[in-house]
């Protein structure tokens, strides 16, 4: 059965500020001990937007200007409201809440409204791993107050029904709320038509007709609200009531593949983060081979007490599932373990991941087997020189040498391609391509008896060499849509007229042997000449 926790964070604006140094998420200082708001410039005129419970016991409240505020209160202190850096906070948070569940989505229902913040927790199936919805819920609860936060919880099967009773059915004294499975018709009933998540015109049209609590709509036919509100009252009264699916959108994909592992007490040293680490693969890999898939990608995440986490991705070549092959490659990383002041939780999921069937091997896969892959020699390098700095290249449809093939990082799906084929293979005799190619063509000065024959002399990078021999021309032919827009191009297309066809790009390649003999590879486009490759 689905549950769903609403937590709320009635004064987050305001009291991120107090957080101690090592909770604030940015080192932000903490302000002084005196009555505190957020200001807003509201059409030229500064507004509270947020205050603190101090300046609230003294009178204050969102939307006063701030002229009457401090003559109500000379010693308050204002600081402007930065709502990006609000959202940032709130979205570390976040990332900390994951020590509960995958699925944790930001609450944008009321966002910034005097100054709150919220969440939502799936917590299906997670909560029996923290003794309880009831532990679950006083442990979260203890954490956030322990760190000065004001915190709100309801817990039930709908997120409109959590919601619900995080607003409406908390207090000071109770701040968790848990509804029974099956129960947010009862829990709502007495509950005001506000907690339905309703506009405030429609909350006061609906106390026009006398309808005050959600309970006196469970028996109005729908029919007879419709023409006056649309149909949002009987959605979000639906919805609450799980008689309509709402869907959470989570802030990150959960993982089909993870394990999880919670410590009694803050784990620092870095030997018992590795026996961690070992139990984590063994159950990973044990739940990848039933469902016969092997890991592309993994990611470990140490979940911090001051809330902040570290991750540490690994990557392979091939699909695996061996526990001591992946076990090595995190060991490599071990040294970047950063525990902080103590990890209370770790998890490892497979991020990507492809079939792996058993496979029945023959007596020289096996001898190639003990011999050694590259495989594991790339995993090693991949991992340790890190991503981007390790690839092959793959080939590409196109004639244009430049473009024959791009660059593919080893972990990305599918076969290892042969990185030194030529694209030319097979169209054209060995030996006819230079062993070295220029990132890009290079222009050069030329000189040639005739316009169609190769250059007898040429300038490249100011230096000028004599041609003593020449082979060509090979002509390759490019795709109409891959010709580069330049304003050359524009001014030949112009100079042929309207009336006559485009010409397809083509080059014109030659072989040439200076008097010292060194050899190049170089191309006419049009009029124009370039060099494009170096031979041995």
Same mark, same amino acid.
């Given at each position: 059965?689905?549950?769903?926790?609403?937590?709320?964070?009635?004064?987050?604006?305001?009291?991120?500020?107090?957080?101690?140094?090592?909770?604030?998420?940015?080192?932000?200082?903490?302000?002084?001990?005196?009555?505190?708001?957020?200001?807003?410039?509201?059409?030229?005129?500064?507004?509270?937007?947020?205050?603190?419970?101090?300046?609230?016991?003294?009178?204050?409240?969102?939307?006063?200007?701030?002229?009457?505020?401090?003559?109500?209160?000379?010693?308050?202190?204002?600081?402007?409201?930065?709502?990006?850096?609000?959202?940032?906070?709130?979205?570390?948070?976040?990332?900390?809440?994951?020590?509960?569940?995958?699925?944790?989505?930001?609450?944008?229902?009321?966002?910034?409204?005097?100054?709150?913040?919220?969440?939502?927790?799936?917590?299906?199936?997670?909560?029996?791993?923290?003794?309880?919805?009831?532990?679950?819920?006083?442990?979260?609860?203890?954490?956030?107050?322990?760190?000065?936060?004001?915190?709100?919880?309801?817990?039930?099967?709908?997120?409109?029904?959590?919601?619900?009773?995080?607003?409406?059915?908390?207090?000071?004294?109770?701040?968790?709320?848990?509804?029974?499975?099956?129960?947010?018709?009862?829990?709502?009933?007495?509950?005001?038509?506000?907690?339905?998540?309703?506009?405030?015109?429609?909350?006061?049209?609906?106390?026009?007709?006398?309808?005050?609590?959600?309970?006196?709509?469970?028996?109005?036919?729908?029919?007879?609200?419709?023409?006056?509100?649309?149909?949002?009252?009987?959605?979000?009264?639906?919805?609450?009531?799980?008689?309509?699916?709402?869907?959470?959108?989570?802030?990150?994909?959960?993982?089909?593949?993870?394990?999880?592992?919670?410590?009694?007490?803050?784990?620092a040293a870095v030997d018992d983060l590795a026996a961690a680490v070992e139990k984590l693969l063994q159950e990973l890999c044990r739940t990848? *081979?039933?469902?016969?898939?092997? %890991?592309? $990608?993994?990611?470990?995440? /140490?979940? @911090?007490?001051? =809330?902040? +986490? #570290? !991750?540490? *991705?690994?990557?392979?070549?091939? %699909?695996? $599932?061996?526990?001591?092959? /992946?076990? @090595?490659?995190? =060991?490599? +990383? #071990? !040294?970047?373990?950063?525990?902080?002041?103590?990890?209370?939780?770790?998890?490892?999921?497979?991020?990507?991941?492809?079939?792996?069937?058993? !496979?029945?091997?023959?007596?020289?896969?096996?001898?190639?087997?003990?011999?050694?892959?590259?495989?594991?020699?790339?995993?090693?390098?991949?991992?340790?020189?890190?991503?981007?700095?390790?690839?092959?290249?793959?080939?590409?449809?196109?004639?244009?040498?430049?473009?024959?093939?791009?660059?593919?990082?080893?972990?990305?799906?599918?076969?290892?391609?042969?990185?030194?084929?030529?694209?030319?293979?097979?169209?054209?005799?060995?030996?006819?391509?230079?062993?070295?190619?220029?990132?890009?063509?290079?222009?050069?000065?030329?000189?040639?008896?005739?316009?169609?024959?190769?250059?007898?002399?040429?300038?490249?990078?100011?230096?000028?060499?004599?041609?003593?021999?020449?082979?060509?021309?090979?002509?390759?032919?490019?795709?109409?849509?891959?010709?580069?827009?330049?304003?050359?191009?524009?001014?030949?297309?112009?100079?042929?007229?309207?009336?006559?066809?485009?010409?397809?790009?083509?080059?014109?390649?030659?072989?040439?042997?200076?008097?010292?003999?060194?050899?190049?590879?170089?191309?006419?486009?049009?009029?124009?000449?370039?060099?494009?490759?170096?031979?041995?």
């Amino acid at each position: 059965m689905k549950r769903v926790l609403s937590l709320w964070l009635p004064r987050f604006a305001t009291e991120r500020y107090h957080l101690s140094p090592a909770r604030n998420w940015e080192g932000q200082h903490r302000l002084p001990e005196a009555p505190f708001a957020l200001t807003e410039n509201e059409r030229g005129l500064l507004r509270l937007s947020a205050v603190d419970r101090r300046a609230e016991a003294q009178g204050l409240t969102p939307g006063l200007p701030l002229t009457q505020a401090r003559a109500l209160l000379p010693g308050l202190v204002t600081l402007a409201h930065d709502r990006g850096a609000e959202k940032r906070r709130l979205e570390k948070l976040a990332d900390w809440l994951e020590r509960y569940s995958p699925w944790v989505a930001l609450d944008e229902s009321n966002e910034g409204a005097a100054g709150s913040a919220a969440c939502w927790l799936d917590i299906s199936g997670c909560a029996h791993l923290f003794g309880g919805e009831a532990m679950m819920g006083r442990d979260l609860l203890h954490r956030l107050e322990g760190w000065g936060l004001t915190v709100r919880l309801g817990l039930a099967d709908t997120p409109g029904a959590a919601w619900a009773v995080a607003r409406f059915a908390t207090a000071a004294g109770e701040p968790l709320r848990i509804v029974p499975a099956d129960g947010q018709r009862a829990a709502l009933a007495s509950l005001p038509i506000a907690a339905l998540r309703l506009q405030e015109a429609e909350v006061e049209l609906l106390g026009r007709f006398g309808l005050l609590q959600i309970g006196q709509l469970y028996e109005l036919p729908p029919a007879g609200l419709a023409p006056r509100l649309g149909g949002a009252v009987q959605r979000r009264l639906r919805q609450a009531l799980g008689a309509m699916a709402e869907p959470l959108s989570p802030r990150r994909a959960p993982l089909r593949f993870e394990a999880r592992l919670g410590f009694s007490e803050p784990v620092a040293a870095v030997d018992d983060l590795a026996a961690a680490v070992e139990k984590l693969l063994q159950e990973l890999c044990r739940t990848l *081979q039933q469902a016969d898939q092997g %890991a592309r $990608r993994l990611l470990l995440v /140490l979940h @911090r007490v001051d =809330a902040s +986490r #570290q !991750e540490i *991705q690994i990557g392979v070549s091939k %699909a695996n $599932r061996d526990p001591e092959h /992946l076990g @090595r490659l995190l =060991a490599d +990383r #071990q !040294e970047s373990f950063d525990p902080g002041y103590g990890v209370e939780v770790m998890t490892l999921a497979a991020g990507v991941t492809e079939p792996l069937s058993a !496979e029945q091997m023959t007596l020289a896969d096996r001898r190639k087997a003990d011999r050694g892959e590259t495989g594991g020699l790339l995993d090693r390098l991949l991992n340790r020189l890190g991503t981007g700095r390790v690839y092959s290249l793959e080939q590409r449809p196109s004639h244009w040498p430049e473009a024959a093939q791009v660059k593919r990082e080893p972990t990305e799906k599918g076969d290892l391609p042969n990185a030194w084929r030529s694209t030319f293979d097979g169209q054209n005799p060995a030996g006819l391509r230079p062993l070295r190619l220029l990132p890009r063509p290079e222009p050069i000065e030329t000189l040639a008896l005739l316009p169609d024959h190769p250059p007898v002399r040429f300038v490249w990078r100011r230096v000028t060499h004599l041609v003593a021999r020449a082979e060509g021309p090979e002509r390759l032919l490019g795709a109409w849509w891959e010709r580069p827009l330049t304003n050359e191009n524009a001014a030949r297309d112009a100079a042929r007229g309207a009336g006559e066809p485009a010409r397809l790009p083509q080059r014109d390649y030659y072989r040439v042997e200076d008097q010292e003999g060194r050899r190049f590879w170089l191309f006419r486009d049009g009029g124009d000449w370039f060099l494009h490759g170096l031979f041995g």
